[in-house]
């Protein structure tokens, strides 16, 4: 049974910075790739940023986060960080981590996921 652990939300003003913690217990991460994805209530499941667990560490980020969140793996502690800076109001949502074995892409969403952590909230707040 493979669990994915979201951990860090919480509540931050404008400006601040966040990170959220990605854990596979007993697992080696390598062997995924990750994927950190949002959702708001009416709205479709974002994909925010992903690492492919191959050799090659392929990473995205979506338009809205590029330049402002940054994901990282630490293969040791089996887990996957995404470190989120200048927050703003607009990246409020319900955080979730997933995995997947089908690679790390511009075109990479939900559907290329396979297991799902449960959701960490994170509320920007102007």
């Known amino acids: 049974d493979v669990q994915l652990q979201a951990s860090g939300g919480g509540l931050v003003q404008t400006g601040g910075s966040l990170r959220l913690s990605c854990t596979m217990p007993?697992?080696?991460?390598?062997?995924?790739?990750i994927g950190w994805f949002r959702q708001v209530p009416g709205k479709e499941r974002e994909r925010v940023a992903c690492?492919?667990?191959?050799?090659?560490?392929?990473?995205e980020y979506s338009d809205s986060v590029k330049g402002r969140f940054t994901i990282s793996s630490d293969s040791a502690e089996h887990t996957v960080y995404l470190q989120m800076n200048g927050l703003k109001s607009e990246d409020t949502a319900l955080y979730y981590c997933?995995?997947?074995?089908?690679?790390?892409?511009?075109?990479?969403?939900?559907?290329?996921?396979?297991?799902w952590g449960q959701g960490t909230l994170v509320t920007v707040s102007s």
């Open positions: 007993s697992r080696n991460i390598d062997d995924y790739n």
């Open positions: 997933a995995a997947g074995f089908e690679g790390c892409y511009p075109s990479s969403d939900a559907d290329d996921f396979d297991y």
């Open positions: 690492i492919s667990g191959l050799s090659d560490k392929g990473i």
